[in-house]
T-cell receptor, first 115, second 115 residues
Framework: NAGVTQTPKFQVLKTGQSMTLQCAQD?????MYWYRQDPGMGLRLIYY???????DKGEVPNGYNVSRLNKREFSLRLESAAPSQTSVYFC??????????????FGPGTRLTVT | AQTVTQSQPEMSVQEAETVTLSCTYD???????LFWYKQPPSRQMILVIR??????QNATENRFSVNFQKAAKSFSLKISDSQLGDAAMYFC????????????FGQGTILTVHP
């Protein structure tokens, strides 16, 4: 099993350009998440999808959109990139269910630089 | 909203010695989970240990153990017999019992292990 995969691993964008970060998991998990990691701030949740067909905002959703394409795939889109979106982006998945603990598995991350 | 605070930006330890990383959190929920994640230079997020809030017994995983003080909202990680491979960024994280698996992270502590 590959676990959680992300593409691309690195990307440089100019201000105003758009791009989509791809994420896929092969563990048949229901829930998927997008986080960003900035220096000194830990990881912050951008959007999440509790189950296929649903998405919801996290702590820092402004400037992003997401699509839960199917159970395996959860993409993050930057419509008009800004330098403030320079960060490392992590996708994660878990088989979350109320009242139980399920480990959250993380992808390797995408380092995005916006100039 | 829940918050997680790690007040030690950096810590260091001699190989084979013991080190304790601190974490405090704020929540109004009664049902939740707490975690310590390790992030080595490869950026991969690795779950080190978890604690269910309803359990009074502190969690232990080999050389890693926690001191969970629910009333004080404190959750520290003790690493015994430190090894060079323990050098990494460590994140404390919180998950509410009904939060669909969403994690709230602290700012992180960089751990250096000296030979």
């Amino acid at each position: 099993n590959a676990g959680v995969t992300q593409t691309p691993k690195f990307q440089v964008l100019k201000t105003g350009q758009s791009m989509t970060l791809q994420c896929a998991q092969d563990m048949n998990h229901n829930s998927m998440y997008w986080y960003r990691q900035d220096p000194g701030m830990g990881l912050r949740l951008i959007y999440y999808s509790a189950s296929e067909g649903t998405t919801d905002k996290g702590e820092v959703p402004n400037g992003y959109n997401v699509s839960r394409l199917n159970k395996r795939e959860f993409s993050l889109r930057l419509e008009s990139a800004a330098p403030s979106q320079t960060s490392v982006y992590f996708c994660a998945s878990s088989d979350w269910a109320s009242g139980s603990f399920y480990e959250q598995y993380f992808g390797p991350g995408t380092r995005l630089t916006v100039t | 909203a829940q918050t997680v605070t790690q007040s030690q930006p950096e810590m260091s330890v001699q190989e084979a010695e013991t080190v304790t990383l601190s974490c405090t959190y704020d929540t109004s929920e009664s049902d939740y989970y707490l975690f310590w994640y390790k992030q080595p230079p490869s950026r991969q997020m690795i779950l080190v240990i978890r604690q269910e809030a309803y359990k009074q017994q502190n969690a232990t995983e080999n050389r890693f153990s926690v001191n969970f003080q629910k009333a004080a909202k404190s959750f520290s990680l003790k690493i015994s017999d430190s090894q060079l491979g323990d050098a990494a960024m460590y994140f404390c994280a919180y998950e509410g019992g009904t939060s669909y698996g969403k994690l709230t992270f602290g700012q992180g502590t960089i751990l250096t292990v000296h030979p």
